[in-house]
Nanobody, 125 residues
């Protein structure tokens, strides 16, 4: 089993930055893709960003492209989401998720094997 723990959320003004962290523990060698999702009040959870096992390939939702950067360190079993130029619409609970096997898409949350408990990000205008 793998446990994921997010941290780094908080309150920030529009235009500011936050860096979310995701610490993986347990059988981390089984993790392939790591991703971030978010869920705002009254909305469905949505894909934010994904990074391949080697870290060589990343993918972003159009809404965060050029503002957010996903990264990982497999030795430390960590992943991060650097969020710049934050907007009020970025306010949500952010979740770290991981896949232990290949998948035809990284966008479908149903495919993910492991989830963190989430960390709240609030962007004030």
């Amino acid at each position: 089993q793998v446990q994921l723990t997010e941290s780094g959320g908080g309150v920030v003004q529009a235009g500011g930055s936050l860096r979310l962290s995701c610490a993986a523990s347990g059988r981390t060698i089984s993790i392939l893709v790591m991703s971030w999702f978010r869920q705002a009040p009254g909305k469905e959870r949505e894909f934010v960003a994904s990074i391949s096992a080697s870290g060589g390939s990343t993918y972003y939702a159009d809404s965060v492209k050029a503002r957010f950067t996903i990264s990982r360190d497999n030795v430390k079993s960590m992943a991060w989401l650097q969020m710049n130029s934050l907007k009020p619409e970025d306010s949500a609970v952010y979740y770290c998720a991981a896949l232990r096997g290949p998948a035809h898409t990284v966008l479908a949350e149903d495919l993910y094997n492991y989830w963190g408990q989430g960390t709240q990000v609030t962007v004030s205008s």
